[in-house]
């Protein structure tokens, strides 16, 4: 997600991986001023239909001949700020009632968004409005006010009206000049609830991005807490940015476009006062190692974006030889157990990247199976769960950390299937923590631990 404020571009970015690949699209009649069907079904996480339907809710009852020709070209050529944006529809955005898109989106957006997934939705729109000092107090106060869980389409609605008024390239150097000299202002971390914590930043460094890297939570073991949150209509800072020394933990690959965020990392207040006093080796490799958890999560978050998840599944499990003869006296245990308890840190990119997996992919993953089973004699859901099984026992040493274990089953998945797509494989691994013996749940982790100190 683009952090750098809001615009058609970073509002987007927040629905297309969340959006049903078989969105159901009504059509508007104006002889009955209502939306009736049958409409048309696209693919909702394709960036040429996903913008079709956000600039339709803007254009659906305006006279066609004066409109251009919403197409791919037009569409990220817009985007890009190569072409204006059509004046037409710049005007319909400035002056459309905001109840003619909440309509739209009432049919054609919100219902293609799954139940599971729409608070996040919303939550992720609300801190892109609250990240963007160039609106004003004032107008991030307004919008705040206007989100309500019952009303999700006008709360989208509005906040698409104000992105693509946000994006008009007219306005776009005065809007630069004032991210500027707000950006100016907060080199200097500062926080309204704990300790506060100063360190001057250098001017390549994007506290916004810093921030979205890590999801806007402190993201050091056992804590979690928001880095930003809102209180009584007003948008509170609770974090402070670390400089991660060099000299002691290295330099970490940054998740960021911006390579002077390299070096920092942003957690909450308190513990940025306890690290940037740090000369503690131990705690810089720490912060290291967390930064590169998150670094990886973001990559691999971004990669889903182009693929088509059900095709490459199908397609990385029909070329696994389940080798039945050495699994036949393995049994694989198919239990459901949630994520939390399977997973230490609940605070951690590998828990956060394992529970996004499994909402967005846990039923999918588990037809294509279904499917393959009875379409190829060859491949055995018991078989490759025992395989996997089998290789989570070989990987899984006291040494290792849950994280290394799982990049390290990944791998493996990735080398027998000869994939050249790892992230397909860490969503496959994903669904076997939840449903099989990849990690013992955590409270036999104890009971095992309690065994061995005796």
């Known amino acids: ?45 394709h960036q040429e239909h996903l913008y079709t339907i956000l600039f339709e809710s803007l254009i659906y009852k305006l006279d066609e001949d004066k409109l251009p020709t919403i197409n791919k070209s037009w569409i990220s050529e817009t985007l890009g700020g190569k072409i204006p944006i059509n004046s037409e529809i710049l005007k319909a955005a400035q002056n459309t009632l905001v109840d003619d898109v909440s309509g739209y989106f009432a049919c054609n957006l919100v219902p293609n968004i799954p139940n599971d997934v729409i608070d996040v939705v919303v939550s992720m729109v609300e801190e892109l409005v609250a990240g963007d000092k160039s609106l004003g107090d004032k107008k991030i106060k307004s919008l705040k006010g206007k989100k309500t869980r019952n009303d999700t389409a006008r709360f989208l609605a509005e906040v698409w009206l104000l992105a693509v008024c946000q994006s008009n390239v007219y306005g776009k150097n005065q809007r630069e000049k004032n991210l500027k000299n707000i950006q100016n202002k907060n080199n200097t971390a500062s926080t309204e609830a704990g300790v506060a914590v100063n360190l001057k930043l250098p001017d390549n460094v994007d506290v916004n991005e810093l921030l979205a890297e890590v999801e806007y939570k402190c993201r050091v073991p056992e804590c979690g807490v928001k880095l930003r949150y809102f209180e009584a209509g007003q948008t509170h800072k609770n974090y402070g940015i670390i400089k991660i020394a060099q000299n002691k933990a290295g330099t970490p690959k940054s998740s960021s476009h911006n390579s002077g965020n390299s070096d920092y990392f942003a957690v909450c207040a308190k513990h940025a006062d306890s690290y940037n006093k740090s000369e503690a080796v131990d705690k810089h490799v720490e912060l290291c190692n967390i930064k590169k958890q998150w670094a990886l999560r973001r990559e691999v978050r971004n990669r889903l974006d182009k693929l088509d998840i059900d095709a490459e599944v199908r397609q990385l499990l029909s070329k696994f030889d389940t080798e039945r003869r050495k699994t036949k006296n393995k049994k694989p245990d198919f239990t459901l157990v949630k994520t939390e308890e399977k997973i230490k840190d609940t605070g951690s990119a590998l828990f956060e990247e394992i529970n996004n997996f499994v909402a967005l992919h846990f039923k999918l993953i588990g037809n294509v199976i279904k499917q393959l089973e009875r379409e190829n004699s060859s491949f055995s859901a018991n078989s490759f769960g025992a395989q996997i099984t089998i290789a989570f026992e070989s990987i899984n040493r006291a040494d290792y950390s849950q994280d290394e274990v799982f990049n390290k089953l990944a791998d493996w998945l990735k080398e027998k299937t000869e994939s050249t797509d790892t992230t397909i494989c860490r969503i496959v691994i994903a669904y076997y923590v939840r449903l099989c013996n990849v990690f013992k749940p955590l409270n036999e982790q104890m009971e095992v631990a309690d065994e061995s100190s005796e």
């Open 1 to 45: 997600m683009s952090t750098k404020g809001l615009s058609m571009r970073s509002f987007g970015d927040v629905l297309k991986p969340r959006m049903r690949k078989d969105a159901k699209i009504k059509v508007y009649n104006d002889d009955e001023k209502s939306f009736i069907e049958p409409g048309r079904i696209v693919d909702g996480q």
